[in-house]
């Protein structure tokens, strides 16, 4: 069945017929700060990718299709399709990327001309709760269909481009998240904290979503596709909240004044003498 979708080098489509998940990811998903320009590091937890948004800065979800053939992208936001609007479903409509392409998504489509942006922001200002759906915020997450390939199809499979691309430079990036420290979310972690006599925060509940923000010009086109199977080849989230929240959980790893903390009322003159630093 043949559906028109919405390219960006970009699509909508509806669905087809029936194949297993693929081990090997045909698009690579991350998230970019547009604040700071920096790629979100990435933190695996007992199966899980964390991410640590800071609130109010803008973001986008880069997409890289990663084979020589086109793929369709249906991206949710905080379980809302970004592009209708609708509570997600694989079968909805989507983004499709040519071979090799890498596109970056910056907010919820408004028309074949425009977004509104993507933005971290409290769980009460986000799109989701605002429009009554706040089950499913703080995940980031994608499904990729290959296109059906008659037997006669004489289309070609584009060869990698010079140089070849790799997911090296992407699960180097994971891998450095998972262990190095991060600077930003540090920084973000001190400003949330209050004093610290201040009761302890309940992260028993999400703390951020992503917001409805200002338009920007986004310009799509739309393409026909047919999917090869009902079920999509991938299925991708990114889990993410505030860094004070990540921290709590494990995910993300303490700063030092979370560490140690005071026991006992601060004192002017602790010690006689000034002592030798560690």
Request: glycine share 8%; net charge neutral.
């Amino acid at each position: 069945m043949l559906r028109k979708c919405l390219l960006s080098c970009v699509a909508l489509v509806a669905a087809t017929a029936c194949t297993p998940l693929s081990a090997r990811p045909l698009v690579d998903v991350a998230v970019v700060d547009r604040d700071d320009g920096q790629w979100l590091p990435q933190y695996r937890d007992r199966g899980d990718i964390g991410i640590a948004g800071i609130p109010g800065h803008r973001y986008a979800v880069r997409l890289s299709n990663t084979s020589g053939e086109r793929v369709l992208v249906v991206l949710s936001v905080d379980g809302v399709n970004a592009v209708s609007g609708e509570d997600a479903d694989p079968a909805q409509a989507g983004y499709v990327l040519a071979p090799w392409q890498s596109t970056e998504i910056s907010g919820w489509r408004k028309s074949l001309d425009d977004v509104a942006q993507f933005y971290f922001t409290d769980l009460p200002d986000s799109y989701a709760a605002r429009t009554g759906r706040p089950g499913n915020v703080g995940v980031i997450g994608i499904t990729v269909f290959r296109e059906l390939r008659p037997w006669r199809d004489d289309r070609p499979v584009y060869p990698a481009p010079y140089p070849p691309y790799s997911r090296d430079e992407s699960e180097a990036r994971r891998a450095q998240g998972s262990a190095a420290p991060a600077n930003e979310p540090r920084k973000a972690m001190a400003e949330e904290a209050d004093a610290a006599s201040a009761p302890a925060p309940d992260f028993a509940q999400q703390r951020i979503g992503t917001g409805h923000g200002a338009r920007e010009w986004s310009p799509v086109g739309s393409t026909d596709f047919v999917r090869a199977s009902r079920r999509p080849a991938q299925l991708t989230q990114l889990r993410y909240d505030s860094p004070t929240r990540l921290a709590a959980l494990g995910i993300l790893p303490r700063p030092e004044w979370q560490r140690w903390p005071i026991t006992q009322s601060p004192r002017a003159f602790p010690q006689g003498f000034v002592a030798d630093p560690p």
